[in-house]
């Protein structure tokens, strides 16, 4: 009876590697950069080095490009561009430096999320103040409409006297017409002479653009640092923030302002701390989010109720995976967990699928490579409505003779239902 069983394990993970080798993503776009190939440096005039992708309500995609030039130590520029399922691609908006060379508009984009109004809202890095060859200032608020016209800054961050305005974050639309988003720094709170402020969570009202900060973090009475917010599914919205003595679950109300926590009592590990990262929102109605350890090699997934009750440590997802920099949890329509690992065993990067009631691995794609058409280091993925995956890589790509490619977009067919 064990032979019999042992043969089923195997044969399942056999189909689960052949299945995993047979399937391949497709290109749907590759950010071309002119220049020396062999040292990578030079103009990208479509943007370079991909970082954040969502799907419009009305069926397209928008993303950032991070920069605009590759080859000096300090990259930058980027923009925000549209990609029709067909491939159609279009810069919407590109970060310019201006005359001090200070980006004044922002520099370095990052996530975007589509608002109530249709617009894309998002924010940058770096830029917005300051005067000192655009890595200065704590970037920019910005939204433009889904054509490229239309761009506005919203928001200048830490533009306040002694950063008390937050600092840079994503944003969500509520339930209430709204967008909110965390800043990991900033604010009034005091969290120690190394630290400007514990942090914030602000709204901005889209009928007039108006930035407020709503919420203010503070070590001693409601935690800091906080992560960026999920929403919960009712109008409300929960993050990961540190408390005095341990990790806290934060759950904000929009309609009141209030703020509640719940300490979660992570263990110690060989005698060091834990550290998890951003909350994803389970089938069950439970948060799951990645946690990992100093000094340990390796990632785990953990389980919490909404209340803060029941966590659960899973084990370190080890073998084929490698232990990687895994880009957060994805929920996909078959009810497992996808995500987009930066780096892992061959070093370039893959796509893992997780069981949410073991986080053991059910496939590993690996697909990405210096030499690949689809590049290397995937940096998200999303499912899109049909129920393909679509992503992003920041680097590499196949490119006409004498240039270099800096990511790509693709899409990718693993089998799931149409959301």
Request: hydrophobic letters at 35%; a negative charge; glycine letters at 18%.
């Amino acid at each position: 009876m064990k032979a019999t069983h042992l043969f089923f394990a195997l044969l399942s993970l056999l189909t689960i590697c052949i299945s995993a080798a047979g399937q391949q993503p497709v290109v749907a776009y590759t950010f071309e950069c002119t220049g020396n190939a062999f040292e990578r440096s030079g103009s990208c005039p479509q943007g370079g080095r991909p970082g954040s992708l969502i799907q419009g309500s009305d069926g397209n995609f928008y993303g950032t490009a991070q920069i605009s030039n590759e080859g000096t130590s300090t990259p930058t520029g980027g923009n925000v561009f549209s990609l029709t399922p067909a491939g159609k691609f279009t810069v919407l908006h590109t970060f310019l430096p201006g005359t001090n060379k200070n980006y004044p508009n922002g520099n370095l984009p990052s996530q975007l999320a589509e608002g109530p109004d249709g617009k894309l809202y998002g924010y940058t890095l770096y830029g917005g103040v300051g005067g000192c060859n655009g890595y200065c200032g704590s970037g920019v608020l910005f939204r433009v409409n889904e054509d490229g016209t239309g761009f506005q800054i919203l928001h200048k961050f830490c533009s306040a006297t002694n950063c008390t305005d937050g600092g840079a974050g994503a944003v969500l639309p509520g339930n209430d017409g709204n967008l909110y988003g965390a800043s990991f720094s900033g604010g009034t709170g005091n969290c120690g002479i190394y630290y400007v402020g514990c942090g914030t969570i602000f709204r901005v009202t889209p009928s007039t653009g108006k930035y407020q900060v709503v919420v203010n973090f503070n070590q001693s009475t409601n935690g800091a640092f906080p992560s960026k917010l999920t929403a919960g599914g009712d109008g409300t919205f929960y993050g990961m923030s540190t408390g005095s003595t341990s990790a806290n679950l934060f759950h904000f109300f929009p309609s009141t302002g209030a703020l509640r926590n719940a300490a979660l009592k992570f263990p110690v590990i060989n005698g060091l701390p834990v550290f998890a990262g951003d909350l994803t929102l389970g089938l069950n109605g439970n948060f799951y989010g990645l946690y990992s350890a100093y000094g340990m090699s390796g990632e785990g997934m953990f389980e919490v109720q909404k209340n803060g009750g029941n966590l659960q440590l899973f084990p370190f997802y080890t073998g084929q995976s490698g232990a990687g920099f895994p880009m957060g949890l994805l929920l996909g329509s078959d009810g497992n967990f996808w995500m987009a690992n930066l780096s892992g065993t061959s070093a370039y990067g893959n796509i893992i699928e997780l069981s949410p009631s073991t986080a053991s691995i059910v496939q590993t794609f690996n697909v990405f490579g210096v030499n690949a058409a689809v590049g290397a280091f995937p940096a998200a993925i999303i499912e899109a409505k049909d129920g393909t995956l679509w992503g992003l890589t920041t680097e590499y790509g196949k490119a006409p003779s004498g240039d270099f490619s800096d990511g790509t977009v693709f899409s990718f067919n693993v089998g799931l239902p149409p959301q």
